[in-house]
């Protein structure tokens, strides 16, 4: 009976220490967890902070990479473009072709000085440009009614048919008799129109100004003695019709004199 007493007595304290074993082990294993699990929390963390950094980095070098491609693209383009001639809407003066307007009738709507520069519906057309002396009843003279405005002189031509036709020049003279220089302060300008018939609508085809204008004798100055210019308008495309009105227009600068010799249709060269 003693010894049982004892048996029972160990199986209780072995009891009590495995027990007690058992407690320190639960104790030990929990921060043993908390850490692992902070520990994959940081681990995580720092993936999806590398993660972002690198596509932050990766966009942002596409980014570059592509608005650089994007740029040099356009640059290249740009000095393509800029290397490629503008086509001319002028026709040059080299590439004239025959005149077809000589000894043809026209009509003038300005209205004339009552001397003997008045236009007689011949002088303008008759093949005779650049006189010596412009003073004589070869030029036709216009001075403005109200000089504050300045001055505009239409002739129309009629070539008797429709005849296709692609450059129109004027000659004009100034620098003598208080005539003004017509190319001063890019003062004069040409506009051309065309039409099918006299009174029918008319559409503008070219134009010139005073930065066009070519000296053909004198000093181009006004020194009291004469000098005559050629101002050509070239039209982008040839034009078919019967009826070819040139619009010259003097701004209010001196007198506002329109001095005028010769006006040319060209038909387009052979």
């Known amino acids: 009976m003693k010894k049982l007493s004892v048996l029972l007595a160990f199986v209780l304290v072995i009891s009590c220490v495995l027990v007690a074993c058992g407690d320190e082990t639960e104790t030990s ?10 520990a994959t929390e940081s681990v995580e963390e720092s993936t999806e902070a590398s993660t972002e950094a690198s596509t932050e980095a990766s966009t942002e070098a596409s980014t570059e990479a592509s608005s650089e ?3 040099e693209e356009s640059v290249e383009e740009s000095t393509e473009e800029s290397s490629e001639p503008e086509e001319s809407s002028k026709v040059e003066i080299g590439e004239l072709g025959e005149v077809i307007s000589t000894n043809k009738t026209y009509t003038t709507t300005a209205p004339n000085r009552n001397d003997n520069f008045d236009d007689d519906g011949v002088r303008l057309t008759n093949g005779v440009k650049n006189p010596a002396d412009p003073g004589t009843t070869e030029s036709a003279g216009w001075n403005s009614p109200d000089k504050t405005v300045g001055n505009t002189v ?8 429709a005849k296709e036709s692609n450059a129109y020049a004027v000659y004009l003279a100034g620098g003598n008799w208080g005539i003004g220089i017509p190319n001063d302060f890019d003062a004069t300008s040409l506009e051309v129109f065309a039409s ?3 009174d029918g609508e008319f559409v503008s085809v070219a134009s010139a100004a005073s930065s066009d204008m070519v000296l053909v004798t004198g000093s181009g100055v006004a020194d009291d003695t004469w000098s005559t210019f050629s101002l050509t308008a070239g039209a982008a495309e040839t034009v078919n019709a019967r ?3 040139f619009v010259i227009t003097v701004l209010p600068i001196g007198n506002s004199f329109v001095w005028m010799n010769e006006v040319e249709v060209f038909a387009p060269a052979a």
């Open 243 to 245: 009826y070819i009105k």
């Open 69 to 71: 491609a994007s740029t």
């Open 154 to 161: 239409e002739v129309i031509v009629d070539l008797g048919e």
């Open 29 to 38: 294993s929990t921060p043993a967890t908390e850490s692992s699990v902070a």
């Open 196 to 198: 099918d018939s006299a």
